[in-house]
């Protein structure tokens, strides 16, 4: 287990803290066209302009957590292979913890003022590069809210701690408990889930895939009525804080499988979630959610800033019993996710 896990948790929710504000300020001073600005491609992913601003204040802030802790920092942007070691000079393997973390999720939103992005950051003692989401002991989350919203959630949680969280209102400086209340519904009907389709490439089947599973579920539809919603939130974070305050009930991320469908073609499907999106996910799993990989199986993905995360929440057991078989047999049926194994939900 971590050592004083509290107090690192305290001065990680700072340093989010700081982030959050620093992004904030720039968005209201600076203009969507500079924000927007595309400044490098590194891991696979796009940096913005606005990126910068919360890497500045990343580096800056952990730099001085190293005075206390050792750790290994996984992050988009840090170099080519997105570690960095602090304090300097410390070996990797000698360090006492491995840190990923997103300083902005969300950021195509963000920028355009869309809708809100995340400050996400999962906090595991250092097992070498074989390191998974699975050992991550801490996990924190905050809000980076537009401009013109006054109002920003923080949750967090430490294994075996349950889930928690706080509003803070950035106009008067109030801090309030946040609810967390994952939902209880027993079925999808008339609620808010779906299946991931955020960009170009692949998204015509995966709707089909969603379809089906809806059809199959609660059967065809009537006129004027409709059984399900959907909200494509461009943000796993984001995704994750739907789940864990009972707005949606069922998530599923299946980018990568469709991704490799796609390379087999010829083609390049293009943005897949990777470790650092969720690095969070602890958070949803104390609150009762259950988060995981396309075989049903706990997410075990490695830190890293390159690799491709399949994921599926629900927001409880009776949900999941209802969606995960029928996804499962549709996935197959269109040959995604071959080498899943057969998993009863009972």
Known sequence: MIANAARLLAQLRTIHAAIRDAVVTVCEQQAIEQLSLVVAEQA???????????????????S?????????????????????????????????LRIIIDPIDGTRGLMYQKRAAWILTGVAPNRGPRTGLHDIE???????????????????????????????????????????????????ANGY???????????????????????????PGSEGRARTFEDQYIASGGQLY?????????????????????????????????????????????????????????LSALLDVTSNVTWIGYAN????????????DALRQRGLFTSQTTKEYT
């Open 44 to 62: 696979g992913d796009t940096i913005f302009a606005i990126d910068r601003i919360s890497e500045e204040v990343l580096i800056e802030h952990f």
């Open 64 to 96: 001085v957590l190293s005075q206390e802790r050792s750790f290994v920092l996984i992050a988009e942007g840090l170099g080519e292979d997105g570690i960095m070691t602090f304090p300097a000079g410390t070996a990797p393997d000698e360090a006492e």
């Open 138 to 188: 801490i996990a924190l989350q905050t809000e980076i809210p537009l401009v013109k919203q006054h109002l920003s959630d923080t949750l967090w949680a430490i294994a075996g701690q349950g889930a928690h969280g706080e509003r803070v209102n950035r106009i008067t400086g109030e801090h309030s408990p946040l609810q967390i209340q994952p939902s209880q519904a027993t079925t999808i």
């Open 193 to 219: 889930g779906s299946i991931a389709r955020f960009f170009p490439g692949g998204r015509a089947e995966l709707a089909e895939i969603e379809d089906t599973v809806i059809d199959r579920i609660l059967g």
């Open 242 to 298: 739907e789940l864990l305050v009972g707005h949606d009930r069922w998530i599923a991320d299946l980018r990568p499988g469709i991704d490799a469908q796609m390379r087999a073609r010829g083609q390049i499907f293009g943005l897949c979630g990777h470790p650092y999106d969720l690095c969070t996910e602890l958070i949803a799993r104390e609150a009762g959610v259950i988060v995981t990989d396309e075989n049903g199986e706990l």
């Open 317 to 328: 057991q009776a949900i999941q019993q209802q969606v995960a078989p029928v996804l499962h």
